[in-house]
């Protein structure tokens, strides 16, 4: 379960063991969320998720996702490649 990038206390996560398609999951400050990322270009979506997030907390971190979408399809990729 190797972190990718951490933001404000919350840690994006990718499973090695994970499916497709490519997604992140966000743990931290109490929640658990995970997001499609929509590679290769991707505007990142709410998938689902456990817990209460602030509004602004979720808008920054979507912004965050959606900055870093590149290096998190990236990773996913290389993760998905050591599955196979």
Known sequence: MPTILRFRGFNIIIFSDDHDPPHVHVRGKGVQLSYWLNCPDGHVSY???????????????E??????????????????????
């Open 47 to 61: 998938r689902d998720g456990e817990g209460r997030i602030s509004p602004n907390d979720q808008r920054a971190l």
């Open 63 to 84: 912004d965050f996702l959606n900055d870093n979408v590149g290096i998190l399809c990236e990773r996913w990729t290389e993760i998905d490649d050591q599955r196979s």
